[in-house]
């Protein structure tokens, strides 16, 4: 196998092909590497490769055996792995001696991990430009951002370095840089897949674990190899009827759909992106399904202000702990400006500020549920605007206080942190481009624990209106 035919393989299509024998693991590693040495420089989005990975292989009846990884250099980790976060307060900090959960779940699936990708910041940030690692570029233009907080993986994945990598999303980190990078970016349920054991409910709530992927059939593959709890979860939610990649095969039957162009918050939305809701929901109408303009109401300015106080007090935790783990200070020498900003508001906050925060959202979770009575989806776009110039959302504004920081980062991503609140599936489907040829991802968000609805619309957009599997950068 040579660069050019990996690069059109996607991590299921590869797969086959290492199970028939038409490549080996090796030559799929090595493959990957030099993709990695050609285009990391450039686009800076893998911070390690790991030289050794493939002696690890497991049988090659899992669904993966011996497809390259990335994995997010962020919450997930293998026993005593190099772990920075993207902060330069864990500067060579060492995971404990365990693997997570889901890096288990991700071995036992096939997957080779062959390094780890570039973060914001504890991954508050849309974008991925860090004072420790620098900016990570978009393969479709190396002036733009690439999306957050799982920029390094989008970014390495449209590069075809690998076909699908690991990512997070506690407020659209999986779905935000899927847009701007032209790949499918599915956050799961809440509960859908395993968080252990350094987390319970990690960010209160708000963050669940998955990836980015090229194809839908991809996306449905990795769920089915990775979804249920892990050992010691608190809470189990109920397993799907039948396997995701079934789900692909049948019929949507015809669905309710609303669509909006318009944020609760009242941003600013390109007109772009505008077109791009419009255009996708003629795409659905063509398809057969019942599609008018509708969306959930809630009370945005108490929502805003429950999201902020999770994200301070996490990032104050987070902060404290590390802090302690590596005995080194925490000032602007070892966090940049806005996440010192948020530790100093996040370590202010009373825990009834945080009790009142999970409260605001249980009652938004129930508003919005009632919305999806009517609806069995709901379009929205991803982002208000196509992917901007590096350096436009600087997470080292020392002139942001923390409140101004979470309202410029929302402004950006005012559709995706809603169903970080709620729980409820949601995906990025790269159905729009700019007049610049920059990706516009769309976004569908389904009832709660109904992943399934998701796939067979996905498959259908992606049957019915193909998109580029890889960047411009690959080609050049």
């Known amino acids: 196998m040579n660069v050019s035919?990996?690069?059109?393989?996607?991590?299921?299509?590869?797969?086959?092909?290492?199970?028939?024998?038409?490549?080996?693991?090796a030559e799929a590693q090595t493959c990957a590497c030099q993709v990695?040495?050609?285009?990391?420089p450039a686009i800076n989005a893998v911070v390690?490769?790991?030289?050794?990975?493939?002696?690890?292989?497991?049988?090659v009846h899992a669904p993966f055996a011996g497809v390259p990884f990335l994995v997010k250099d962020l919450v997930i980790h293998a026993a005593g792995q190099t772990m920075e976060m993207g902060s330069r307060l864990c500067l060579g900090f060492k995971a404990p001696a365990h693997d997570t959960d889901l890096m288990r779940r991700f071995r036992q699936a096939g997957l080779v991990t062959t390094g780890r990708t570039t973060t914001p910041e504890f991954g508050y940030c849309p974008t991925t430009e860090t004072v420790l690692c620098g900016p990570t570029r978009n393969p479709w233009d190396l002036a733009r951002m690439p999306g957050g907080s799982s920029g390094g993986s989008a970014a390495a994945v449209a590069a075809g370095m690998v076909p699908m990598a690991h990512a997070n999303d506690g407020g659209g980190s999986i779905r935000i840089p899927a847009s701007c990078c032209g790949l499918v970016g599915l956050k799961p349920t809440r509960g859908r897949t395993p968080t252990g054991p350094d987390h319970h409910d990690p960010l209160s709530g708000l963050g669940v674990e998955f990836a980015v992927t090229r194809t839908v059939r991809d996306a449905a593959a990795l769920l089915d190899a990775v979804q249920g709890p892990g050992e010691g979860d608190g809470y189990v939610i109920p397993p799907p009827t039948r396997p995701y990649t079934k789900e692909l095969q049948a019929?949507?039957?015809?669905?309710?759909i609303g669509f909006t162009e318009h944020a609760w918050s009242g941003v600013f939305i390109d007109p772009e992106v505008c077109a791009g809701v419009r255009r996708s929901a003629g795409q659905l109408a063509a398809l057969g399904h019942n599609?008018?303009?509708?969306?959930?109401?809630?009370?945005?300015?108490?929502?805003?202000?429950?999201t902020h106080i999770i994200w301070c007090a996490n990032v104050a935790a987070w902060v404290d702990q590390i802090a302690n783990l590596t005995g080194r200070k925490v000032d602007d020498s070892t966090l940049e400006a806005t996440t010192l900003a948020c530790w100093k508001q996040g370590r202010a906050y009373k825990a009834s500020d945080l009790l009142g925060a999970l409260a605001a959202n249980n009652e938004i979770s129930r508003k919005v549920?009632?919305?999806?009575r009517d609806y069995d989806l709901l379009l929205t776009p991803v982002t208000a605007q196509p992917p901007l110039l590096l350096g436009t959302l600087n997470a080292n504004d020392a002139t942001l206080d923390a409140r101004?920081?979470?309202?410029?980062?929302?402004?950006?991503?005012?559709f995706t942190a809603l169903f970080n609140t709620t729980g409820q599936p949601a995906i990025s489907l790269p159905l729009h481009r700019s007049a610049a040829g920059l990706p516009i991802g769309m976004q569908l968000a389904g009832r709660w624990g109904d992943e399934?609805?998701?796939?067979?619309?996905a498959r259908q957009l992606e049957e019915a209106h193909p998109w580029p599997q890889v960047a411009n950068v690959v080609k050049s």
């Not at 019929?251 to 309710?256: C, D, N, Q, T």
């Open 291 to 306: 599609v008018e303009e509708a969306r959930p109401e809630f009370d945005h300015a108490r929502y805003l202000d429950a």
């Open 36 to 40: 990695i040495a050609r285009h990391n």
């Open 251 to 256: 019929a949507p039957g015809r669905l309710r």
């Open 452 to 457: 399934a609805t998701l796939f067979r619309v």
């Open 48 to 59: 390690e490769v790991f030289p050794t990975a493939v002696a690890s292989l497991p049988s």
């Open 404 to 414: 101004g920081w979470t309202e410029k980062a929302f402004a950006f991503c005012p």
């Open 369 to 372: 549920a009632a919305f999806f």
């Open 5 to 25: 035919e990996y690069i059109r393989q996607d991590a299921t299509g590869l797969a086959q092909l290492i199970r028939d024998g038409e490549v080996t693991a």
